[in-house]
Structures are given as C-alpha cells and as structure tokens.
T-cell receptor, first 113, second 116 residues
Framework: GENVEQHPSTLSVQEGDSAVIKCTYSDSASNYFPWYKQELGKGPQLIIDIRSNVGEKKDQRIAVTLNKTAKHFSLHITETQPEDSAVYFCAASKGAKAGKSTFGDGTTLTVKP | GAVVSQHPSWVICKSGTSVKIECRSLDFQATTMFWYRQFPKQSLMLMATSNEGSKATYEQGVEKDKFLINHASLTLSTLTVTSAHPEDSSFYIC????????????FGSGTQLSVL
C-alpha cells in the first residue's frame, strides 16, 4: 500500500519567515495530494491541493510543489503569521478516492511573534 | 466551501454505555462519508467508509460490531460506539467528499470522547 512520510515533525519559525514542509510517497499511482491544517481540538481543514498533472499551485501565501519523478511534494508558506501555527498534514490518494488517502504523520508549526 | 457539521463536539460517558456521533453535509450531498480516529499528536487513522444506503466498509482491525455506522441519507452518517470502554476514548472525526469540486475532502470539527 501507499506510504507517506512527512518532515519535519516540528517546525518553529519567526513571524514573517517562510516555512517548508516536505512529504514523500511510495505509490507512483497516487495522483491527488492535499494539504490540511488542523488547529487544536478541531478537524482538519483543506488548505491547498495539487493533482499529478500539475507541478505547482499557489494560493496567496501558500504554495505546493510536486515532483512526480522523485515522488515528493512540499508545502510552502511565506510571510508566516502567528495564526499559521497549527498541525499540518499531507496526504496522497489515487483517483477519486480522497477519503482513502494515506496521511503523513503531521508537522507542528509554531510561528513566533 | 462545503461544510461538514459534526456533533457533539465532546462527550463524556460511563463505561458500558453507547454514544452516537452525527456527521452532516450541510450544503452538498455525500454518497460516501469517512470516519477517522485520532490519538493525541498522531495522524488520522481511517476506521471505515460509510456508504449511503448500504453497509459500511471497515478497515482492517476495526470491530464493526463495536463501531456501528449508519448512512441513511445523502447528508447524514452516524457512528455509534457501543458498550464504550476507557480505551475507546479518542478524538473521532468524519469527512465527506464533495464531488462538485472533484474529490476534495471536507472534515467535521471532531468529537472528543472520554469514557470514564
């Protein structure tokens, strides 16, 4: 089955700096890669996603890059703010089966004011 | 965006009792919903796939008689933890896919279950 590894497990940055979280996946058939943000005591929230036919996607301060050959994808957050502090999960799935996604172990991001 | 409502947000119950958790898709129809369990500082573990009008599909190691899932309508799935024990204490989360925006998943706010 699919295996998703996420690094780092914790990340601390100063407000205004950039943060990068990386994930690798094992199944070359995976073609949908979402990123979720989870705040304490709440459910995950989809923040950005990318499909395998695209190499990069941007949404304001958030961007995701995908390298299909190397089987890794990354989340980039620029101009970080304290409210970006949360746990971020990457995931990988095949076809229209996002619910059967394999999740990474999560990265706890702390943005220091 | 699509909204998934989950209730209750937290529940405390005595050992041996049953607890029902509801998951509703508010502005879209969901033929499939998913139930996860999450332990502190860990990732989401898929428990089962809830299929509207049919039986749920459980992941390996998840007891179907312990975690009853009902998906009677296109907007509601329920998870009942039967004869709860302290080891069932956990954060339970549901999600639903909105096909109107592809296979994107939208999550409920989660339910913290504490069994005394």
């Amino acid at each position: 089955g699919e295996n998703v590894e996420q690094h780092p497990s914790t990340l601390s940055v100063q407000e205004g700096d950039s943060a990068v979280i990386k994930c690798t996946y094992s199944d070359s058939a995976s073609n949908y890669f979402p990123w979720y943000k989870q705040e304490l005591g709440k459910g995950p929230q989809l923040i950005i996603d990318i499909r395998s036919n695209v190499g990069e996607k941007k949404d304001q301060r958030i961007a995701v890059t995908l390298n299909k050959t190397a089987k890794h994808f990354s989340l980039h957050i620029t101009e970080t703010q304290p409210e970006d502090s949360a746990v971020y999960f990457c995931a990988a799935s095949k076809g229209a089966k996002a619910g059967k996604s394999t999740f990474g172990d999560g990265t706890t991001l702390t943005v220091k004011p | 965006g699509a909204v998934v409502s989950q209730h209750p947000s937290w529940v405390i119950c005595k050992s041996g009792t049953s607890v029902k958790i509801e998951c509703r898709s508010l502005d879209f129809q969901a033929t499939t919903m998913f139930w996860y369990r999450q332990f502190p500082k860990q990732s989401l573990m898929l428990m089962a796939t809830s299929n509207e009008g049919s039986k749920a599909t459980y992941e390996q190691g998840v007891e179907k008689d312990k975690f009853l899932i009902n998906h009677a309508s296109l907007t509601l799935s329920t998870l009942t933890v039967t004869s709860a024990h302290p080891e069932d204490s956990s954060f339970y989360i549901c999600s639903a896919g909105d096909r109107g925006v592809g296979e994107k998943l939208f999550f409920g706010s989660g339910t913290q279950l504490s069994v005394l």
